[in-house]
């Protein structure tokens, strides 16, 4: 038999930094040293209390079939949390249980955007956003950023000119950016709030890094006037709580969106894991401890490879104040060591970085298509899964090597 997958399946994308992890693990494999920067994963331990309630529930018998929609006391905790933390109030009406952060992409457009209605999504971003509007046909409408004197700023008038010229249903934001870590100032999320207002937007605020902040404080953009209404916000227990493999997130928004949602997690996974979700419990409602050792080991990673990468001659360097990334601009001293500029001469310095001195990283072009007009160089360093003597080794290689 010849098998030809169906025609949708060609408008199906995919994270191409699991291939990056799939050659380093390759490079490893020989015998080599390799430097972990490239995947969102981490070396942390969920906290004792998290793994102690899972085990618990699941010796008691809570490995059956639940609810679609989440249980009702895991929905009910995560609205108050999410609510509380937002200044906000969301009942569990509002809520829904999801394997993981991811589904909630998927589900929010399949949910709200019909054929040909336009998006606007981040690039760089992360990559399931245009994968999942493109596989759902609507119209991918790409935004960008620009390095402003503290951070990267998202560029409005994209978003403005994409909105004259389109039926745009709408918006993606992530607020502590993947692959950026950047976050938007109070005015630039009134701006982007005022736009979805006016124009009648859904929103979809990826808020997978809310919980991951090294000072200040996170902002929501569901609680801008007129916004909760609109905004249905992505929340993970992911990186909160070093719970990447468990799978276990949820939707929080208007309760005629999450309606639609819980409909299709009954076609798509029936339930999230029952037991899981009791651990879920634990983890709002439980000892913090384990979630701020967290933050802690990683604000100690990200202050010395932040140091560590603005040492570097020809390179550029932000101080997130949340997620786990960094985004350093390489031109110079990508452009110093003769690599030409572009995704080919990119994609060469990336295998080079890895193959030469075993340092692993993804590039700016693993995070969705270049817009026209972008000129910098940047690659993505994740510190979520190296430990800071690794962190300190590894970069002092990439000095030497770049210098
Ligand atoms: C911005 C962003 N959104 C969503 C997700 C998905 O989170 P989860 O692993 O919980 O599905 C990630 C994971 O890396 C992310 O970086």
């Not at 949602?261 to 709002?284: K, P, T, W």
């Not at 990683?298 to 202050?303: A, M, P, Q, S």
């Amino acid at each position: 038999m010849q098998f030809k997958p169906a025609t949708r399946m060609s408008r199906l994308g995919t994270e191409t930094a699991f291939a990056v992890s799939g050659e380093c693990a390759a490079f490893a494999a020989k015998g080599n040293k390799v430097y972990p920067f490239h995947l969102g994963d981490m070396n942390i331990k969920t906290p004792q209390n998290i793994i102690d309630a899972a085990s618990k529930y699941m010796g008691a018998g809570k490995t059956g079939y639940c609810a679609a929609a989440g249980i009702a006391e895991l929905r009910e905790a995560l609205a108050e949390d999410v609510g509380k933390a937002r200044g906000l109030q969301y009942g569990t009406e509002n809520c829904t249980i999801q394997p993981g952060g991811k589904p909630t992409i998927g589900k929010f457009l399949m949910s709200v955007m019909n054929e040909s209605e336009g998006v606007l999504y981040p690039t760089p971003g992360y990559p399931i956003y245009e994968s999942q509007i493109e596989f759902h046909s609507g119209k991918p409408l790409p935004y960008g950023y620009y390095e402003g004197n503290n951070g990267f700023k998202l560029n409005i008038d994209q978003i403005k000119e994409h909105i004259e010229n389109n039926d745009v249903r709408a918006l993606i934001y992530n607020n502590g950016q993947n692959p950026m870590g950047s976050e938007s100032d109070e005015k630039e999320m009134r701006q982007i709030a005022s736009i979805a207002k006016d124009n009648d937007l859904l929103v979809l605020s990826d808020e997978a890094y809310f919980d991951i902040r090294y000072s200040g404080k996170s902002q929501s953009i569901a609680s801008l006037p007129g916004m909760q209404e609109r905004t249905v916000i992505l929340y993970t227990f992911s990186k909160k709580f070093a719970m990447t493999g468990w799978r276990l997130g949820g939707a929080i928004g208007p309760q005629e969106i999450i309606e639609q949602m819980i409909r299709l997690n009954v076609n798509d996974e029936s339930c999230s894991n029952h037991f899981i979700q009791y651990a879920g419990i634990e983890a709002l409602k439980g000892d913090q401890s384990g979630h701020k050792e967290i933050v802690k080991t990683l604000k100690e990673r990200r202050d010395i490879a932040v140091k560590m990468m603005n040492s570097i001659t020809g390179v550029r360097c932000f101080k997130p104040e949340t997620t786990f990334y960094l985004f350093p601009n390489v031109t110079e001293a990508f452009v110093r060591k003769g690599y030409g500029k572009g995704v080919k001469g990119m994609a060469k310095f990336r295998l080079d970085s890895l193959h030469q001195i075993g340092v692993s990283f993804c590039t700016r072009d693993h995070f969705g298509k270049r817009l026209a007009g972008e000129e910098n160089e940047y690659i993505r360093l994740a510190y979520s899964g190296i430990n800071v003597d690794q962190i300190e080794e590894g970069l002092t290689k990439l000095k030497e090597w770049l210098e």
